[in-house]
């Protein structure tokens, strides 16, 4: 399967407990993306990222979350002392080299619940 | 400023009709304006996109209209099938689809 692939697809954890989301990106791709929806609600964009740097993280809240894209390996997005707010499904996103046409290619997300 | 504004909420349609949702953006800067479809526990994938330089672009069922004067693009959806019921994002980017911000989506119903 060449597609984003997220893991886990759902993730369940207690109040103050971390949790940590992994995405690799299509083959090829060195754009990753990470997007948060809430329920019925529309994605809001959290951070952009290249291999070992991060682009953009205009949209991550400034407490308890933090991204990363190593050299090696998958992109995680990790969310410390979990609170019942953050039970979203979080989605990633990449794109090749360049942005490619503009195009975002998703992943089928990480359901998170907070107890 | 980077802001995109989606009506309606959500919408049912019987199958056949025409339904319609509007985006409104404030960016000049944007360049890139996709269309996304999402079903149910699935991440949304790309179903149409148009770029500021054409008013208005087909692909099969779908159309893209773009008034770049308004700053508004809005999508139709002909011929609708109850297959198409899924959620709708607009969206925009700048610089080749850069950090995309996506309107809050429309709930499409479409009756058998």
């Known amino acids: 399967n060449a597609g984003v692939m997220q893991n886990p697809r759902h993730l369940v954890r207690r109040r103050g407990q971390e949790a940590r989301l992994r995405c690799s990106p299509m083959?090829?791709?060195?754009?990753v993306y990470w997007y948060r929806q809430l329920p019925e609600e529309g994605l809001k964009f959290m951070v952009y990222l290249q291999k070992e740097n991060i682009i953009d993280e205009s949209g991550m809240p400034k407490e308890r979350f933090s991204a990363e894209f190593p050299k090696e390996g998958p992109s995680i997005l990790r969310i410390q002392q979990v609170v019942r707010g953050d039970s979203a499904a979080y989605f990633c996103?990449?794109?090749?080299?360049?942005?490619?046409?503009?195009?975002?290619?998703f992943g089928e997300g990480s359901r998170l619940t907070v107890l | 400023q980077q802001q995109v504004k989606q009506s309606p909420q959500s919408l049912i349609v019987q199958k056949g009709g025409i339904p319609i949702i509007n985006c409104a953006y404030e960016n000049t800067a944007f360049d890139y304006f996709p269309w996304y479809q999402q079903f149910p526990g699935k991440g949304p994938a790309l179903l149409i996109a148009i770029r500021p330089d054409v008013s208005e672009k087909k692909e099969g069922r779908f159309t893209i209209s773009f008034n770049k004067s308004a700053k508004q693009f809005s999508l139709h959806i002909m011929d609708s099938q109850p297959g198409d019921s899924a959620t709708y994002f607009c969206?925009?980017?700048?610089?080749?689809?850069?950090?995309?911000?996506f309107g809050a989506g429309t709930r499409l119903f479409v009756k058998a």
């Open positions: 969206a925009a980017s700048k610089n080749g689809g850069f950090k995309t911000i």
């Open positions: 083959k090829g791709h060195s754009h």
């Open positions: 996103a990449s794109s090749p080299p360049g942005g490619g046409t503009g195009e975002l290619f």
